[in-house]
Structure formats: structure tokens, C-alpha cells
């Protein structure tokens, strides 16, 4: 049971690191991008190809599939510069299917749908699994804090606050003197780059990827977080990610309970009873459970020679 409840915090934190990255281009930007888990499997086998087949060092391999995802999303964030809403969506969900697609059929990048084995992890021979995996922990934890303190910083920066900007009216941002081109690119790069990583330390973790990984379900896990955490803050995120681990976690033991079902059909039961709390969670807190709060900036009371000029 421990071995499991420590595998289960690896997999929470790896889906925080990546809500926190979504957070950016959606939660800030307002950009709407289907095509997160594209982002995740270019950090993943990016790192993975460089370790196992160039035998680069570890953190050489992670830094590369962050550097390759976060450029990845800057080459999206020009093609659909002038995209929004609902066609912003389709071209990065084409994106992501794309990737998984031509990781299926092309065996020469990495074994096509059979995958690639033998992903080291940091000690995985030195230390038993056990060890391993509580080293790993720690890691992954480390680094969702510092992600996170770096993107708070982040959120209230001048930066930050043209990305709100954006997403609440880009025409005013524009008008303004800003240039939103470049700040979307901007944002598409932070994020893509947090996807990136967080797909780098999932193939080490599991020493094993295949482009089956890499559906568009993990998509909707990952946008359920920040609808369920809340939009827009970067702890509603974290939070987010760790309750959408747990609810796919506990039906697991839940739909056994449940009399004369089948395999398939508790597979369908499980979806269910997750769909149905994140309903009720957006149904009484329709924001998510920490709603993102923007601080007023009070201004200075006018002077006594501004009261008197004429408008």
C-alpha cells in the first residue's frame, strides 16, 4: 500500500506541474489549447531518446525536452497567432494527434507503438524501488514548488498582467502599445516548457513511454484540474491536480462495490462517478475551489488643480 501512495504522489505532482503550465496559457492568457499532452510526449521522448540513446546525462536530458517543448510551443503559438475560441482548440488538438500519430508509424525515432524501455532514472540501479521512488517523490515535489514560487512571481508581474489583459480584451492590450503577438508566444513557451518537463520526469519515472500514453484524455484530466481547483491561481491548480489523482484513485476501489458490473462497464462507472463530483464541485463553487482573486490597485486621490481642470 505504500509503494502505491507513493506512486500516486509522483503521479499528483507530475499533473500539477502540468496544470501549472496550462494554467499559464489558459488560466492567464486565455488561450484555449487542447493540445497539452503533444507538449508533454516532445519533453518525454526528448529526454528519453537523449538518455537512452546518446547516454546524456539525466539532467541534460530533462533540460533539452523542457527547452524543445517550450520552442515547440512558441512554432504553435505563431501558426495560430490569429486563431481563437474554437479553432484555436481544433489546430492544437491536430497538433498533439499528430505527434502520436507519427510516433506510431515512424519505428525508426523510438519502437513506434512498442514503445521505448530503459529509461534511467536518477539511482534506479543503485537504490531498490522502494528508495527510488521516495527519491523520485521528493523530486517531483521540488520541483512543483519552485515552479510554482516562480510562476506566482510570475502572475504578479507586469507580465502577468498583460497576459490577463489578453484574455480579458486584447484589443484594449493593443491599443495600450503592447504586443500581444509576442506575449502569446511568450506565454505558449512558459507553458509548453512546464508540459515539457513534466513529460521528461514521467519517462524516467516509468523507465517505459509509448504513444498510446499520450491520449487526449490526459488532456481533460489536466483542464478538470484547473476548472476544479480554479482557473487563473496557480494554488487552485496544484490543488486541482492532486483531487482529480485522488478521485480517479478512489473508484478504483469503489466500483468494485457496486454488484454484477464487468470490466468494461466499471471502467464506464468510474468516468461516471468522476464527472459527476467535478459537477457538483462546479455546480455550488462554479469558479473552482480557490477562484482566482486579482488585487485592485488603488490610485491616488486626485490633486486640487486636477479637480479644477475641465474635462
Known sequence: ???????????????????????????????????????????????????????????????????????????????????????????????????????????????????????????????????????????????????????????????????????DDEGVVEVAGKNVVLFKAKAFAVGSGALGLAGALYGHFTSYIAPDLFAPLLTLYIKLSLLTGGLGNNVGAIVGAVLIVFFLEATRFIVPLVPAVSSVQAASLREILIAATLLLILR??????????????????PTAEARTQPI
Open 1 to 167: 500500500m505504500e509503494h502505491y501512495l507513493i506512486a500516486m504522489g509522483v503521479t499528483a505532482g507530475i499533473y500539477a506541474i502540468m496544470a501549472l503550465g496550462m494554467n499559464v496559457i489558459w488560466g492567464m492568457a486565455g488561450l484555449i489549447n487542447l493540445g497539452l499532452v503533444g507538449f508533454f510526449a516532445v519533453g518525454a521522448y526528448t529526454s528519453a531518446l537523449l538518455t537512452v540513446k546518446l547516454g546524456w546525462p539525466l539532467a541534460a536530458g530533462i533540460v533539452s525536452g523542457t527547452a524543445l517543448a517550450a520552442l515547440v510551443g512558441i512554432g504553435v503559438s505563431l501558426i495560430t497567432v490569429r486563431m481563437r475560441g474554437d479553432y484555436l482548440a481544433i489546430v492544437t488538438l491536430g497538433f498533439a494527434e499528430t505527434l502520436r500519430v507519427v510516433m506510431s508509424n515512424e519505428l525508426w525515432i523510438a519502437n513506434g507503438t512498442d514503445g521505448l524501455s530503459g529509461i534511467p532514472g536518477p539511482l534506479r540501479g543503485t537504490l531498490d524501488p522502494h528508495a527510488f521512488n521516495l527519491l523520485f517523490l521528493g523530486i517531483v515535489w521540488t520541483v512543483v514548488a519552485v515552479l510554482f514560487v516562480f510562476l506566482q512571481r510570475l502572475s504578479f508581474s507586469p507580465f502577468g498582467r498583460v497576459l490577463r489583459g489578453i484574455r
Open 284 to 301: 455550488w463553487r462554479a469558479k473552482g475551489l480557490i477562484p482566482e482573486r486579482i488585487a485592485n490597485i488603488s490610485l491616488p486621490p
